[in-house]
């Protein structure tokens, strides 16, 4: 990969996001229940192929782009599944007086197991471990 040719280095920004919808709501369900929820879905992160190696001996292990067809992978030209999660929330409030009251609440978070998957270093074949950037469980594709 030639350092100098800068048109290589043109793409998507790692954070682009082209569809996402955050939804929330909160029901009245009587008898004290109550009954929320949040749902956030989005499209996923482009993310480049790289081999996760030092292939080139420059002593950088994370910026050797795979080579597909005999044509080195532009940057982030990759993108990641889509992102569904789930998160619920019961409550149960028991009125005593005017003044007191009980709440007791039962919350599911990541109902639907979703993988969330992070734009850290590119590399595929690594599981990432830095929980800086995301809530929840974080691996590289």
């Known amino acids: 990969m030639n350092p100098y040719n800068l ?3 043109a793409g998507f920004s790692k954070q682009d996001v082209r569809h996402n919808l ?3 709501g909160l029901f009245d369900l009587g008898y004290g229940f109550t009954l929320s929820g949040i749902v956030i879905t989005r499209s996923g992160f482009p993310y480049t192929a790289i081999l996760g190696d030092d292939f080139n001996g420059d002593g950088n292990e994370d910026n050797d782009r795979a080579i597909i067809n005999g044509r080195v992978v532009g940057r982030n030209t990759l993108r990641q599944p889509k992102f569904f999660n789930l998160d619920m929330r019961l409550l149960k409030t028991f009125n005593f007086t ?7 609440s039962a919350e599911v978070f990541n109902l639907t197991k979703a993988k969330n998957l992070g734009f850290g270093p590119d590399a595929v074949s690594e599981v990432c471990t830095d929980v800086a950037d995301f809530i929840g469980q974080i691996l590289r594709v």
């Open 98 to 104: 005017e003044k007191y009251k009980l709440a007791f």
């Open 7 to 9: 048109k290589a280095e």
């Open 22 to 24: 955050n939804v929330s």
